[in-house]
């Protein structure tokens, strides 16, 4: 929910009165998550902090959270908004402070033992925001307050807060019975656990298959980076001579885009496609039902006759009607695109069918036959530094700003680096980044995201530095050669310092208005997708790691020309997990026998999708809608497209991609307010009219 302070998935505005008659001991001296942290800009002591450290700090942090609303219930006072709203807002920050740190290392650098604490607290958790959720007394002093609004002195920020305080309450059951505030409890605190075994289910899986191949034949079309860093991989665990591929994002893709041994892709994407659905106590299928069934039961006792429905309600989209309305005119045009790329592949393939395993190998041959271009060509001009560097340089054109690497800093991992962000004036700190890019596997979980460490808010007048977190899973640098990224890599890279951007930049006084509406908090990020290939942004960083030579003219043409390339694939992949998101949610009985089945049904024979293109996540390692992150939500990337489309269009019909003036505007409006305003309201207030898909649809090649 955006409006509640949103920690690596925890909500942690939260009360706990189970605890209250347990024994609790005394603060921890030398616990240093329970110190308070006095080095250079607050960071958290990483280093020092031990798995053993976390547990004793959540139940501290949660009977201090308690004492915090009891203090609040009791006051005699008459309620008032800076005795009530803005206290609550500031309650439990020894609980905010702990869990930022935990879920963010949890992510990032599991372990054996944050795994277990993890499923261990997720319940306690859980129960924890329920009872300052439905806590009648509380929320008493919360309906008076916004009862009487009107008669107020509140400023806009303040009303905000107040009211999607109220609202959070009511969404969280304040206004039920008894009765089915306990069966609520019950379904929360379900539903927690399932997600977090869902999720370290993955990770497991994910981590345990290897593909071990001991003749070099079957090495053949790899690139030698590559193979070097499979042959790093097998050396580590103990098989030296051979090589090791494995399902993270860097292993697999390369493979399936570059080797040749036609059997073995199919093997390793098989394995890819299978994660959590192999019928041992790894199994996900169960798990996906057991969550349909409580959250259709959860939607329903607050008054909605879905899950989707629910989860819309405080969203740009607000009813999944308009969400399928938006997916629906993609989808025909993109289809269209990708049976056109199919039968492409099919032409160069000859006799033998297209299968899913086949599409990104050929994918690569049409892109080298029609463009005479590849990965392999752009990846020595994609040092991962001269991208980092490329990307701080479009910062500081867009909004002045400044970013120097911090060396003697506290850090989450030995590989992450961190760096000081400084505004326009060369004075004034804005905040702390930290950038961590190579995977981990079997301790980082997959895919890309941006995190926080802490929220920018205020103490007092005095502004608090947010600390903001990068965290990809490139492949890591290979002896004495330096990271090399591929073009997805890149826009990857922009993408999540979008996010990063959205963090530094925000100015807001609570926690509660800190967050966006799912469906608008892409289009900060994907907004800085459109800058990474532009022909004077690349002639900032793509140098030759070896020769320093900028990128050859040619090649950045060739580079643009063929940016629509398999928009088709690209595009079908996406929506058909959108889809199945979606459908999973709007049922209002949504007892699914055979979760396979349904999506078979719901996808190839409903819409038609092609069965050489699997949906980007299939429903046993669908982790964005099963662990609770993007529920009924995954559509949300494709309707920030629409916004981050238009917005880029205004620079382009500026005739300055780096027009200063409509920065400060993207700034003002779009990355610093929080949800002081309604999130439609804010893109209006940029760009001055309401957005239309027309630049997504020219974007993507689809018009």
Known sequence: MKNLIIMAGLSVVTAFPTFAQQSFPNRNTENPLLKEWKSSY??????????????????????????????????TAVPTFDNTIEKLDRSGKTLRKISAVFYGLAS????????????????????????????????????????????????????????????????????????????????????????????????????????????EKDLSGLPSNFVQAAANRAKSNGMEGKWMFGLDNPSIM????????????????????????????KDNKEIIKQLLSLRSEKAKLLGFPTYADYALDDRMAK????????????????????????????????IVPLEAWDWRYYNEKLLAQNFDISEEKLRPYFQSDHVREGIFWVANQLYGISFTELKDVSKPHPDAKAFLCKDADGKTTLGILYIDLFARPGFKRGGAWCGSYRTQTYEGNVRTLPITTIVCNFTPPLGDKPALLSADEVETFFHEFGHALH??????????????????????????????????????????????????????DKLIKSGKFGQGFATIEYLAASYLDMDYHVSDNPEIPDVLKFETEVLNNKRGLIKQIPPRYRSTYFQHTMTGGYTSGYYSYIWAEVLDADAFKAFEESGDIFNKELAAKFRQYILAPGCIDEESTMYKNFRGHEPGIDALLENRGLK
């Open 42 to 75: 607050r960071l958290p002591p990483f280093e020092q902090i031990k798995p053993e450290h976390y547990k004793e700090a959540f139940l501290i942090g949660i009977k201090e959270e308690e004492n915090d609303i009891n203090v609040i219930i009791n006051q």
């Open 108 to 215: 990032a650098q599991s372990s054996p033992e944050i795994l277990a604490l993890q499923a261990e607290m997720s319940p306690v958790l859980s129960k924890h925001g329920d009872n300052i959720q439905m806590n009648e007394e509380l929320f008493k002093r919360v309906k008076k307050i916004y009862d009487s609004q009107d008669k107020l002195s509140l400023n806009k920020e303040q009303r905000r807060l107040l009211t999607d305080t109220y609202k959070n309450f009511v969404r969280n059951g304040a206004l039920l019975s008894e009765e089915s505030k306990d069966r609520l409890k019950q379904i929360n605190e379900q539903i927690s656990s399932l997600q977090t075994k869902f999720g370290q289910n993955l990770l497991a899986e994910t981590a345990s298959y290897k593909l071990i191949i001991d003749n």
């Open 254 to 281: 390369p493979f399936l885009q570059f080797a040749d041994n036609r059997d073995l892709r199919k093997q390793i994407l098989t394995a890819y496609q299978n994660r959590c659905n192999n019928n041992n106590d």
């Open 319 to 350: 009813k999944p009607q308009a969400v399928y309305g938006l997916l629906d005119q993609i989808w025909i045009p993109a289809l269209y695109m990708a049976k056109q790329e199919a039968a492409a592949m099919q032409k160069m393939m000859g």
């Open 503 to 556: 963090n530094l930049f925000k100015d807001v006084h609570y926690y509660g208005v800190a967050g966006v509406a799912r469906d608008f908090v892409e289009l900060p990020s994907q907004i800085m997708e459109h800058w990474a290939f532009q022909p004077q942004v690349l002639k900032q960083y793509a140098r030759h790691y070896q020769t320093g030579e900028i990128i050859p003219q040619d090649l950045v």
